[in-house]
């Protein structure tokens, strides 16, 4: 995760991160008023913005997802658990190209046959659940919403932005792109990826960590899991120190994954 600093020293970065952050707040904001839960959350059809910049612009895109969904959030009324949602959007938009980093065998992330599809959608997917599960565990602990409110509603939202329409927009401007050589790689030559030992040990730390924290916090924000290791004051609802206790070393595996990668 060094490429998230090393990234401000250089300046077409910071320049494409603006870029990112810009683009992601232009059209998340017109949609805010078109909620899919009131209060909740909206129709995110900007969520295709993240996956293709995070193929693009690699870290630069991530500081540029989470700026631009914190622009986004000031627009739709701000409150505590927007720091989680800074967070999770940064993930959402670096998993996808350090992901690809480790399954996509070098070729390009624009989906032409079934295994590229089944790779990209892998991806889309592991920054999918773990934006999810961030966003869930903070308004969770937070005691704003249950974990099952949202973990389960951003994951739909992402994913029907990756597979419907981010697909269609790095088919467009992925070749333009690698040929004006301003893909990450390009941009900054020296972010090599980490030798393969580490990112497997990575992707499977990030996969057990990001799943194991969607199915806790599923499963405890409903009450439908009862841990009886836990004090009885615990497993009440809305369940807030049973997640923060149970689902956090999750979140920290998924994190120390990422690290690896």
């Known amino acids: 995760m060094s490429g998230l600093q ?3 020293r250089n300046t077409r970065m910071v320049v494409l991160c603006a870029i990112s952050a810009a683009l992601y707040a232009a059209v998340l904001v017109p949609f ?3 909620p899919l839960i009131p209060g909740v959350t909206e129709l995110r059809p900007a969520n295709a913005i993240p996956v293709v910049c995070s193929f693009l612009f690699g870290p630069a895109a991530a500081w540029g997802s989470a700026i631009g969904n914190m622009i986004g959030d000031f627009f739709g009324g701000a409150s505590p658990g927007d720091i989680f949602g800074f967070f999770a959007n940064l993930v959402y938009a670096l998993i996808p190209f350090k992901v690809w980093e480790t399954i ?3 070729q390009s992330p624009v989906p032409r046959t079934p295994l590229t599809a089944a790779k990209y959608g892998f991806a889309c997917l592991v920054a999918s659940v773990l934006c999810a599960d961030l966003v869930g565990w903070g308004d969770n602990v937070l005691v704003i919403r249950p974990f099952a409110m949202l973990g389960n509603v951003i994951i739909l ?3 029907v932005s990756a597979l419907v329409l981010s697909p269609f927009i790095l088919a467009a401007v992925y070749p333009r792109v690698r040929k004006g050589r301003l893909l990450y790689g390009d941009v900054m030559p020296e972010l090599k990826p980490r030798p393969l030992a580490f990112r497997i040990t990575g992707i499977t730390l990030l996969i057990a960590g990001a ?6 916090g599923n499963l405890l ?3 439908y899991w009862t841990p009886h290791f836990l004090p009885a004051w615990m497993n009440v609802a809305p369940y807030d120190k049973a997640v ?7 979140i ?10």
């Not at 923060?244 to 999750?250: A, G, K, R, Y």
């Open 6 to 8: 090393l990234m401000w």
């Open 32 to 34: 805010k008023v078109v």
């Open 104 to 106: 996509g065998g070098g």
């Open 157 to 159: 939202n992402n994913m």
């Open 211 to 216: 799943g194991g924290a969607w199915v806790l």
């Open 221 to 223: 924000s409903t009450g």
């Open 244 to 250: 923060l206790l149970l689902v956090s070393p999750m």
């Open 252 to 261: 920290f595996l998924a994190f120390a994954g990422l690290a690896l990668m």
